[in-house]
């Protein structure tokens, strides 16, 4: 059977995260792969089980999540994703879907992925409008930029990341590399922190943000970073900032596997 | 006592509308005034009942809603908003308060209101981000810009919008005068149509917003809106829109009310 790749974009306010869960004896969990198994289920007449990119977590975001499954699909491959939305639930959009070659691992095959965490600055006694609340963080303190570029900069590079880590990321080595890390202003006071890398270990972005963070508030030294690092001390680094300021923005794979027209872009 | 007034903005989605609803016997409904009644009943330590300038529907936004109260406040007036967003849910913010005279009346002293409606023009096959979904209508069809802008033109003046109005409107008179009606695109393929004037009946917006759209659907002809205005035909009209693309963007009142520093520009 053929095998297939999808380009999906979600809210994840409403999911409890990416990944299947179906607790025995109890009712399924509403997430983005169990409504996605379900409408491909329903396009294809046949069971297909997805496997995603990323294992987004609970009131995390996609910009472009990309699944795969193998299927036959009668649907003209261009239109599946239309079929599928169709099915889906307005806070899950399917972009586009291509084949891919039998052996595509959306995993294993991803060369880069990029990830955005979007800060509010709040001014004392000025509140927000309402509407973007559930895609960024809200930070009460003044804060630095300046300083957070130099902090971000050091995170680039091959570096062991275990500080950077959930202590259950159940991973055997720590070792990723950063290929950029930035952090830049967006309108209405917003900050962002740009994120790209050839793998993430567990909550790995949220707790770099919440370093830089802390830096750009003036609790943690940006010419600390590097030593945070060496030192490997989860204690050392700053808080996991909530899950609903990021967003996964783009996986880039070869271009064998990548969407049509979109070679080593996929964002 | 005195009399205060408040800037509100709240994502509408999750309200069933501005006005509070209480069925007999049953729980009270989801409102926003509900919800900011019992705000200020609780931060002024006293029963308080607000009234809103505009009773946007179920599903409707703003941007700068404004509401009036008549109470001691012992909070200083210039923190009472923050104080009130401690104590109100994510989708509604109180965005400043000041003191008005003790005849303010939201209702009859507002000048002119500006609304939008935002439509998402969606081509063929492509989905969008569902980031902004709750706040905007997507139209399936192609869609002429121009020939709505025709169409909007003849909405300016001083007519009688019968033709305009839910049968239900329950008002006397059905002349309003439009200040402006203007049609223009957005960002990733919105389209915008921004309505003021100094009163607008029942759903008014949302069928001048449905009958543009269908002007530029090219099922009405834009020559014929002043011939629809005169019939007073709600039939000849184009459908009401749903509510989530509407938003009530500001309410101008004379300079002795307006918010200090925002003379005839509450936006």
């Not at 869960?21 to 491909?40: H, I, S, Y």
Request: one cysteine or more; proline letters at 7%.
């Amino acid at each position: 059977m053929p095998r297939f790749a999808l380009r999906l974009a979600y809210d994840g306010t409403d999911f409890h995260g990416w990944q299947r869960q179906e607790p025995p004896g109890l009712a399924p969990l509403r997430t983005v792969q169990g409504e996605l198994d379900r409408a491909l289920t329903e396009v294809l007449h046949a069971p297909v089980a997805c496997q995603g990119a990323s294992r987004t977590d609970a009131g995390v975001h996609a910009e472009a999540q990309v699944a795969a499954f193998t299927a036959d699909c009668r649907v003209p491959i261009e239109r599946l994703h239309a079929a599928l939305n169709a099915r889906l639930p307005e806070d899950v959009r399917a972009l586009a879907a291509w084949q891919v070659p039998d052996d595509f691992d959306p995993v294993r095959d991803a060369r880069s992925k990029g990830y955005r965490y979007e800060i509010a600055r709040m001014q004392p006694f000025v509140a927000r409008l309402p509407f973007d609340r559930r895609f960024l963080h809200q930070a009460m303190h003044p804060i630095d930029v300046e300083r957070m570029r130099i902090a971000a900069a050091c995170m680039v590079g091959t570096h062991d990341f275990q500080a950077f880590a959930h202590a259950q990321h159940g991973r055997e080595s720590t070792v990723r590399t950063v290929h950029a890390c930035d952090v830049g202003t967006l309108p209405d006071d917003r900050i962002m922190i740009d994120v790209s890398g050839n793998g993430f270990l567990y909550n790995m972005v949220r707790i770099i943000a919440g370093t830089l963070l802390e830096v750009g508030r003036g609790r943690i030294d940006p010419d600390a970073i590097p030593d945070i690092i060496a030192a490997g001390d989860r204690s050392r680094a700053g808080n996991t900032l909530p899950p609903q300021g990021l967003r996964l923005r783009w996986i880039h794979y070869p271009a064998d596997r990548s969407e049509p027209g979109r070679g080593f872009d996929i964002a």
